[in-house]
């Protein structure tokens, strides 16, 4: 049996515990070690007494991918990202942006719900996690929505489907992990997540706008603020964009020349902002301190993720299964574009089985190099590639549609994540109501995906603008 067979094996192993119920990390982390020993052993020709010498190379080869991927500069964007958005949550300025999205766009049919969607993706803006995002506005929106008299399975819906935004949205962890695995560069992969994740909560603004008008009963309007009233919401949201700014500045420095710091650099210092504006607005010691366990908690479950499933990518590589999948997809006889679609439809599925990480860094290896070489392979012009970019427009092109893919796992059943925490958050609303709920957002993500497939300048104007 060549490397290759066991690489098809052991990636069938792993998607049986998947399906069974084993969690990502753990389950790569056996099935990458499984496979290496079964690599090594493979050399030796099977021979029984070089089973402990197997076992040895393997688990000395595993042992070394835990601190040797985990400590990089880039990974310790993601657990500033993440605090920027519990401290930012403690001082309040989350309440305060729903409140001034409420004064300003309520009075549209499904006006709360619209508004849960725009402050969401304020919001996004300064958090790096769906999970936390979905967490914070399931106490802050669901409340007002019900008590304006809205369906409750749409309220819950809207709040996980908006919650996923924060995957799209810079400052992304998803992003920055997306970076790592097929090392291209951090900040423009953030940069070119704005325009993308703004497009996709114009859609869902959309969706629900065209839901209340159909079916009045969802969500009435709010109406009665003035406009006196609509500009004094402003200054209590001011805040969020100031943060956003000063990571932009900071990062990309707009006026031209290097930029000012690192991406970890910049993460760091909008942190260090919305700790002293929480401390101005009156967070105190016990705020903070859940501030910072909520931020450890959710970065050791995805550095876990990450370690886990690392592993099975170093066992990947010995049995070379992403140069086999690649040279496999480019000799098919159809359109790039159709091969292209067909992946995307594949990371669906999974999405119903994996929460959005680990699909990632499980299937990037292999695919990634497969789409490159769809376009063309490394290097190539943008004249003369299948999809019209260059290798690099190419993979933050890739990079934003797979992550947009992505935030499906966390809204699809049975495993969507961001449905079992407003769930979890609204013990009045079963996770089955959230799952109807966020069921026609679906269209919306299709939509969404349709249009930066057809106009990739939504991807990439803003990182072409480093260029």
Same mark, same amino acid.
């Given at each position: ?27 790569? *982390?056996?099935?990458?070690?499984? #496979? ?35 400590? =990089? ?53 300064? =958090? ?12 802050? &929106? ?13 309220? &819950? #819906? ?6 996923? %935004? ?94 000012? #710091? ?8 909008? &942190?260090?902002?919305?700790? %002293? ?14 501030? %910072? ?29 992403? #140069? ?60 003369? =590639? ?19 893919? &992505? ?15 407003? *769930? ?44």
């Amino acid at each position: 049996m060549d490397n290759l067979e066991i690489g098809l094996w052991v990636s069938g192993f792993l998607l049986l515990l998947v399906l069974i119920g084993v969690r990502v990390a753990f389950a790569a *982390a056996l099935a990458g070690v499984v #496979g290496l020993i079964w690599v090594f052993w493979a050399r030796k020709g099977y021979a029984p007494d070089e089973f402990g010498w197997a076992l040895e190379v393997a688990v000395k080869t595993a042992g070394q991918v835990p601190h040797s991927k985990i400590a =990089s500069q880039a990974l310790s964007l993601i657990p500033t990202f993440i605090l920027i958005g519990y401290l930012a949550y403690y001082a309040g300025l989350t309440k305060a942006l729903f409140e001034a999205a409420k004064r300003w766009v309520g009075w549209l049919p499904g006006g709360l719900a619209v508004s849960t969607v725009f402050a969401t993706a304020g919001f996004a803006a300064v =958090s790096g996690a769906s999970v936390a995002t979905s967490a914070v506005f399931a106490r802050i &929106a669901i409340p007002e929505m019900l008590a304006e008299g809205y369906d409750r399975r749409f309220a &819950a #819906g809207v709040v996980a489907a908006a919650g996923t %935004l924060a995957s799209l949205i810079p400052p992304s962890a998803i992003l920055v992990i997306y970076a790592i695995i097929v090392e291209q560069d951090v900040g423009r992969l953030l940069l070119a997540g704005f325009l993308p994740g703004a497009f996709s909560a114009v859609i869902y603004g959309g969706l629900v706008v065209g839901m209340a008008l159909v079916w009045k009963s969802l969500g009435p309007p709010v109406s009665g603020f003035t406009w006196t009233e609509r500009f004094a919401a402003l200054p209590g949201a001011f805040p969020i964009f100031f943060v956003v700014a000063i990571i932009i500045f900071f990062i990309y420095n707009p006026f031209g020349g290097d930029a000012w #710091g690192t991406p970890t650099e910049g993460g760091a210092l909008g &942190a260090f902002v919305v700790f %002293l504006i929480a401390l101005y607005k009156g967070m105190r010691w016990p705020q903070l301190k859940d501030a %910072l366990l909520e931020t450890a908690k959710l970065t050791v479950m995805i550095f876990t993720i990450i370690w886990g499933v690392l592993i099975y990518v170093r066992f990947l590589g010995f049995a070379d299964l992403p #140069g086999a999948f690649s040279d496999w997809i480019t000799s098919l006889d159809q359109s790039p574009l159709l091969t292209l679609i067909l992946i995307l439809c594949a990371y669906a599925v999974l999405g119903m089985f994996m929460d959005a990480i680990g699909m990632l860094l499980l299937t990037l290896p292999v695919v990634y190099p497969a789409v490159i070489a769809l376009n063309g392979g490394v290097g190539i012009e943008a004249a003369d =590639s299948a999809f019209g970019m260059t290798s690099t427009g190419c993979a933050i092109w890739f990079g934003i549609i797979v992550v947009k893919m &992505a935030e499906l796992c966390l809204i699809t059943p049975p495993i969507g994540l961001n449905c079992f925490v407003v *769930a979890g958050v609204r013990p009045d609303i079963s996770v089955q109501d959230v799952f109807r709920g966020v069921a026609p957002f679906f269209v919306a993500d299709a939509l969404t995906i349709a249009g930066l497939i057809a106009f990739p300048s939504i991807v990439l104007f803003l990182p072409n603008l480093l260029l």
